[in-house]
């Protein structure tokens, strides 16, 4: 798929994508997003990334993009816990 944004100079800049890297700043944008809504997951925006399990660990901790745990996940973990203090 090919995709055209037509950006103002200001946004180019505000976004960092002034440089001749634009496309694939764009792309890694694209995609980080995608995995911090969860719409990807690691491995799937890894891949797209071209990044071994290291690389996209430290790439998106540097873009803060770290997928926090969901009010299920949490719960389930507090349920654990407390079953495992009363045993």
Not at 34 to 45: M, P
Not at 78 to 86: C, D, S, T, V
């Amino acid at each position: 798929m090919t995709l055209v944004l037509e950006l103002p100079d200001a946004w180019q800049r505000l976004l960092g994508l002034d440089t001749a890297d634009a496309a694939a700043r764009a792309r890694q944008m694209l995609i980080t997003e995608g995995y911090r809504e969860g719409r990807l997951s690691r491995g799937q925006a890894a891949e797209m990334l071209g990044l071994d399990f290291h690389e996209a660990e430290a790439f998106f901790k540097r873009h803060g993009a770290e997928q926090q745990p969901t009010w299920e996940e949490l719960k389930a973990s507090g349920e654990k816990l407390r079953a495992a203090l009363q045993a």
